[in-house]
């Protein structure tokens, strides 16, 4: 009686090794699948990131170009100014005579 005692703790705690067993086992899928689902969404991320980093290289790239456009325009505008303040002079000079 005693082996059947003994036979049947042991069937008991198999039993409860192959449950347990099971239950990592669905954990270890669910673990993989998030995992999976992480590693999409961090791909989708690094994309993002590195479309952001293209679209700011682009806009640091216009900026610096920008003061030169900028002081382009500033001098044409100051040739044009001095341009129209001379021909005001010649005005009031043949006003004069």
Known sequence: MEHHDLLARIEAKISRLGEERRDFEQQLL???EELASL???N???QV???ELTEKSR???QAGSLQPVAE???RYATRQRINELVREIDECIA???T
């Open 48 to 50: 993002q990131v590195d």
């Open 30 to 32: 669910k673990a993989r």
């Open 58 to 60: 682009s806009l640091e």
């Open 39 to 41: 590693y999409k969404i």
């Open 71 to 73: 002081t382009e325009f």
């Open 94 to 96: 043949l006003l004069n």
């Open 43 to 45: 791909k989708e991320l």
